[in-house]
Structures are given as structure tokens and as C-alpha cells.
């Protein structure tokens, strides 16, 4: 798996190491909960969904013993057996060296992990990888290649049966993904959806239009930091805004907050997404398989709420129980 390469295991890893959510999610859904040391960004890791699965679970405890696992000295007192990390972002983000890289991997264990979503940043000049290409490679690590085949199955199924319920594309509302972390939106950061990274899949499968098309705002990464103001989303005026940065708040919680600010708001209140109450929570950066079927899910009732419900209502899309058995075992 690029950028580490060939990487070869004298048994299978037991104590892992993901840096953020995506990995951590691969990890959970292969059944490897109980391995878990700890992670490079727990901040951005959303367990809660596991609570609608049944007997899916995390410690929480390792988490929070170890939840921004950076520096070498952690690396070496965790003593993982793989590291779930890019390690070409430990380079770009962290200030390690690539002797520090090969340090690690020899004397603790290997890297293996890819900077997945997002395709925007300038260093990253090798392979991307699409989430069940990197999900392939994490269950070739665990020697649980069924688990993955059967979460594949269930994943094209359910993408399968979504889009043959679309409106023609020229009914498909045009959306404008964005990031604003506080109650109080004045400046909005942009992602694009042209960006394959894997964050944006859900969108990409729902078959929306980016909003920013045709224009010369760029995505959002760690060499471009831009900003834009309510009189610039004005003039783009999007049917749908996804705003990021809220993950921890129901949808009620979001339209009381975040909704309620921009209908007040003198310049945000003209916007047609707020005058029909279209603006929700963008989804996770960082979103593994588990996470992809709620997001999806999300998305779809967010984007389609006549043909799949509303997303304050109790609708399921998929079947939780099916999720469960794969990640128990308790499947053929």
C-alpha cells in the first residue's frame, strides 16, 4: 500500500494503532475492537454510531488514555503491532523525518495507511486509494478478507438500491459543502465535491452537483485555508448547504444552533437553503465503513427527504442487525 509499500507480517497484528476515524472504523468493522491502543485523532472519531449496532462496541478508555498519538515516544510505549497511519502525513503534519518513519518501523512495527480523504494536498503525490481499496488492504492486514467481502456485498447493495430510487439528475439539488466550526457562522471554508477524497463519498453516490462548479474557489486543504463570506455564498446561492464542524450535535441540535443564527442573520437569512430550512451537518471527515452506511443514510434524507424521510425522523435505510453480525462474526 502506497506510500510504505511491500510490508510483511511474521503473524497476524494483534495491538493496532489507527491514526484517525476512517482507520479506526476499518479496524472496528473487522473485528478487531479489542486491539485498539489507542489513535492519532480522537477528536474525530465518532463511536456513537456503534450503539445502534447490537454488540458492536469500543473502549472509550483507550481513546482517552491515548487520543493524539503523535510522537515517537508513544509510538514506542503503545508497542502496536501496525500502524494504521500515512506515514507521509507524520512527515507533512508533525515535522517527522523519514529516518524517524523507518525508526518506528523497524524497531516497533510497520506502517500501513494512506491519506484517503482528500485529494488536495500538494505533498501527496502518490496513489490514492477509494475507501473499500483501503478497507481491502486493512483486512489483508487482519487476515479477515470474509469480513470485508461481506461488507462489500452489503455496501453495494444498499448504494445499488438508493440510486435506482433517484429523481433524474436535473432534479438533483446542487450542494454546497462547507466547514464552520461555531454557533455563529460568518466565514465559511469550502470543500469541492469534484475531490474524490473518501469524505465526500456519500455525496458523489447520491449524485448532487457541487454548488462551487465553474467557479475559481479551491478545496480545502493544508496549503489552501480560504475563506468567504455570506455575501460570496450569496452569489453562489446553493439549494443545499452541508455545513462541518458538528458532529456531536443531533440534527434538532444543529437547526436550533447553526440554522436558527443564519435565519437571523441579515445577509445568511437571503439564502435560499436557509429560507427552506437546507442547511445541515456535513458529515465526517474521516469516515470508515460502518460510518459510511449512516452517513449515507444521512445524506440521502437530507438531499431526497420526499423519496427516503426526513433526517430528524426515525427512518432507517439499512438493517443495523446485518452490520452487527458482520462485525460479531455471525455470518456466512
Known amino acids: 500500500m502506497e506510500p510504505a509499500g511491500d510490508v510483511t507480517f511474521q503473524t497476524v497484528p494483534e495491538r493496532w494503532l489507527p491514526y484517525g476515524g476512517a482507520y479506526a472504523d476499518m479496524g472496528v468493522a473487522l473485528g478487531q475492537a479489542d486491539g485498539l491502543t489507542g489513535i492519532g485523532g480522537g477528536d474525530r472519531y465518532y463511536t456513537y454510531v456503534y450503539d445502534e449496532l447490537p454488540g458492536v462496541s469500543v473502549d472509550q478508555e483507550t481513546i482517552d488514555a491515548n487520543p493524539e498519538v503523535r510522537t515517537k515516544e508513544e509510538f514506542y510505549e503503545l508497542d502496536s503491532d501496525v500502524h494504521l497511519y500515512d506515514p507521509q502525513m507524520l512527515v507533512n503534519w508533525f515535522d517527522w523525518s523519514q529516518s524517524d518513519i523507518d525508526e ?11 491519506l484517503i480523504f482528500r485529494r488536495s494536498d500538494n505533498w501527496h503525490d502518490y496513489r490514492y486509494y477509494t475507501l473499500y481499496q483501503a478497507f481491502e488492504k486493512v483486512a489483508e492486514v487482519f487476515q479477515e478478507q470474509a469480513r470485508y467481502e461481506a461488507f462489500k456485498q452489503l455496501h453495494d447493495d444498499y448504494i445499488a438500491d438508493l440510486q435506482s430510487q433517484l429523481p433524474p439528475a436535473e432534479e438533483r439539488p446542487n450542494v454546497l459543502l462547507t466547514y464552520e466550526g461555531t454557533n455563529e457562522p460568518e466565514s465559511f471554508s469550502p470543500y469541492r465535491l469534484n475531490d474524490k477524497g473518501t469524505s465526500k463519498k456519500q455525496w458523489r453516490d447520491l449524485g448532487v452537483t457541487d454548488a462551487l462548479a465553474g467557479t475559481d474557489i479551491e478545496n ?11 455575501e460570496t455564498l450569496l452569489s453562489v446561492d446553493p439549494d443545499v448547504i452541508l455545513i462541518r464542524g458538528h458532529e456531536r450535535k443531533s440534527a434538532t441540535e444543529f437547526r436550533e444552533t447553526i440554522l436558527q443564527f443564519m435565519q ?35 445524506a440521502a434524507q437530507q438531499l431526497y427527504p420526499n423519496i427516503f424521510g426526513d433526517v430528524t425522523s426515525d427512518t432507517e435505510l439499512f438493517d443495523r442487525q446485518q452490520i452487527a453480525n458482520i462485525v460479531t462474526g455471525d455470518f456466512e
Open 104 to 114: 518506528i518501523a523497524e524497531n516497533v512495527a510497520p506502517f500501513i495507511g494512506n
Open 264 to 298: 437571523n442573520h441579515t445577509v445568511g437569512s437571503q439564502l435560499t437553503a436557509v429560507q427552506n430550512e437546507r442547511v445541515y451537518r456535513g458529515g465526517y471527515l474521516r469516515q470508515g465503513p460502518i460510518h459510511n452506511f449512516f452517513l449515507t443514510e444521512r
Open 220 to 230: 480545502l486543504s493544508t496549503t489552501n485555508r480560504g475563506e468567504y463570506d455570506y
